[in-house]
């Protein structure tokens, strides 16, 4: 009999922040818990880990009801509201900021949080990747998931491991017009730089390995300025990665992050900055509110249980990395208001921006 697929569902949410957007109140983490729990020996779940960065709260959560999930999605959405309403009580900054509706209507997608989910057979032993970063937006995935999947410069397993030869697709979504295309690399290499290279609209959904179809990678693609039609903070997005065995190894999943690269977010969701890998004993962003920042969360699956995690950028390895992020920081900081820190004015749109412009419209007169 062919062995059951497992599901991997990582949803995220930012429902309140300690103090400002730095950092979650550890009331509302173990209300978190206290619920996952509870799912896990009500047996909806397998298993959980509740994972955090900066002021989001994401449910890491296995189980056999595949993705999209009505049952799933309740739950989440019930645990996120049950956590704002711990976030009230102790008046927490942006209290169920991420919530954008009033009431759960079968698929939390379009609801405000993020929603990264893969499903697969589980392998022997099953190595996996979670990715959760705060203060920027699901674009910021592009880079690190074409250096693994698509660089041999990154990956050399896309060279040495016969498995992975032939290539992967990947689905990039249109997050604009709501369209999706699957690229086929290498072949098509060039074509899908030329849309992924504008990480605020073209966004990494999956990635599947090309020899059976298999999926590697998933990220959430929820813009909230898109669902709410204005700004309310940013989306801080969520992504797994399976690694091993005719995938790129750990080490390769994790190499791109030696490279803190510039991302969108940050302060007000308006600035540029660099995307800095750090533990989880850092992931709380202050200053300026930043800089943006990615914790690794690492597992072997044993059956569906989440073994683990493991703090994947709690390596003197990355210290460089770290540093050149601060440096960076540093550097585009002193550009004040200016772009290229301050995000160009079409992607300013999805920010408070707009209402100052309109109050300054009548002040315009023709030029020559
Ligand atoms: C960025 C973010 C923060 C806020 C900033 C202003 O994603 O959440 O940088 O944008 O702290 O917040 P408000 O407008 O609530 O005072
Ligand atoms: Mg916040
Ligand atoms: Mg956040």
Request: proline fraction near 7%.
């Amino acid at each position: 009999m062919a062995k059951e697929k497992i599901t991997l569902s990582v949803i995220k949410a930012d429902v309140g922040g300690f103090v400002g957007h730095s950092d979650v109140h550890p009331e509302l983490l173990k209300k978190a818990e206290s619920e996952l729990a509870k799912a896990k020996s009500d047996g909806l779940i397998i298993d959980f880990h509740r994972g955090k960065v900066g002021d989001d709260i994401a449910l890491i959560m296995t189980h056999r009801k595949g993705s999209d999930n009505a049952d799933i999605h309740r739950f989440a959405w019930e645990t996120f509201e049950k956590c704002t309403e711990v976030a009230r009580k102790l008046h927490q900054y942006g209290a169920g900021q991420d919530l954008l509706s009033d009431a759960f209507s079968g698929n939390i997608k379009g609801m405000g949080p993020g929603v990264a989910e893969m499903e697969f057979v589980e392998r022997p032993s099953e190595p996996v990747l979670i990715f959760l970063a705060d203060k920027t937006e699901p674009g910021a995935w592009n880079y690190p998931l074409y250096k693994m999947f698509a660089d041999p410069f990154n990956t050399i397993g896309l060279i040495i491991d016969a498995k992975m030869h032939n290539g992967f697709n990947f689905e990039v979504d249109d997050l604009i017009e709501r369209k999706k295309v699957i690229f086929s690399l290498p072949e098509e290499m060039y074509e899908m730089l030329v849309f992924i290279g504008a990480p605020s609209r073209f966004v990494i959904k999956n990635v599947m390995r090309k020899d059976d179809g298999d999926i590697a990678a998933a990220t959430s693609t929820q813009k909230l300025s898109l669902i709410a039609g204005r700004y309310i903070g940013k989306d801080d997005p969520v992504m797994i990665v399976r690694a091993q065995s005719g995938l790129p190894a750990v080490g390769e999943v994790l190499e791109p992050f030696a490279m803190p690269h510039i991302v969108a977010g940050w302060m007000r969701g308006s600035s540029h900055g660099p995307l800095m890998p750090v533990g989880f004993d850092q992931d709380t962003p202050t200053r300026f509110d930043g800089p943006p920042r990615v914790v690794g969360l690492g597992f072997q699956l044993a059956d569906g249980m989440l073994v683990g995690p493991r703090d994947m950028f709690k390596d003197i390895s990355y210290d460089n990395a770290r540093k050149k992020a601060l440096d960076v920081a540093d550097y585009l900081r002193l550009h004040g208001p200016f772009e290229p820190h301050r995000l160009p004015l079409d992607e300013m749109e999805y920010t408070t921006m707009p209402e100052v412009m309109e109050r300054l419209k009548d002040r315009f007169e023709p030029a020559d």
